[in-house]
T-cell receptor, first 114, second 111 residues
């Protein structure tokens, strides 16, 4: 069974540009979450989608946005990139059963803003 | 107080010993807890989930949850050098659809 797939694996962008990251969840998983990981702040929640609806959003500026498609694939977009956006962006998918579905992470997209 | 706190370490244990990793959380609403292992340069890998007070065992790993004291721990028996990684504790509040992570504890198992 294939795991969570994130593309691209690495990105280098210039300040002010925008970027789109993609995530394909494990087959059958309908919940997709996004996290940002930096050495200073650790793993921080960005947003979560289920059935194309955003159910929760973390404390990030509006430059960070996302969406989910009918096949559960998800994208996140960061506009007007800043140096501080350099981070590992992780996508996790969950099979929504029970109270707290277990989340499985993809390999991540390493974004460097120069 | 941070929502989820872990000792950053590093925690060093000799090969074959028991490694004990601890995590405390700040609220009584949290219901679900997870331990992830993250090797350097890799993404987090789910090791254990625990929802009820008490112990949950899976191979060499035992998770312990005490909701009254607001802590969760992970014991690794017969530690191996391959267990050397950063261990992340996470909790989910019911209905929040998000995980809140601690900063992680770096474990080194010395051969």
């Amino acid at each position: 069974k294939a795991g969570v797939t994130q593309t691209p694996r690495y990105l280098i962008k210039t300040r002010g540009q925008q970027v789109t990251l993609s995530c394909s969840p494990i087959s059958g998983h309908r919940s997709v979450s996004w996290y940002q990981q930096t050495p200073g702040q650790g793993l921080q929640f960005l947003f979560e989608y289920f059935s194309e609806t955003q159910r929760n959003k973390g404390n990030f500026p509006g430059r960070f946005s996302g969406r989910q498609f009918s096949n559960s694939r998800s994208e996140m977009n960061v506009s007007t990139l800043e140096l501080g956006d350099s981070a590992l962006y992780l996508c996790a998918s969950s099979l929504v059963v029970g109270k707290a579905p277990e989340a499985f992470f993809g390999q991540g997209t390493r974004l460097t803003v120069v | 107080q941070k929502e989820v706190e872990q000792n950053s370490g590093p925690l060093s244990v000799p090969e074959g010993a028991i490694a004990s990793l601890n995590c405390t959380y700040s609220d009584r609403v949290s219901q679900s807890f997870f331990w992830y292992r993250q090797y350097s340069g890799k993404s987090p890998e789910l090791i254990m989930s625990i929802y009820s007070n008490g112990d949950k065992e899976d191979g060499r790993f035992t998770a312990q949850l005490n909701k009254a004291s607001q802590y969760v721990s992970l014991l690794i028996r017969d530690s191996q050098p391959s267990d050397s990684a950063t261990y992340l504790c996470a909790r989910e509040r019911a209905g929040s659809y998000q995980l809140t992570f601690g900063k992680g504890t770096k474990l080194s198992v010395i051969p």
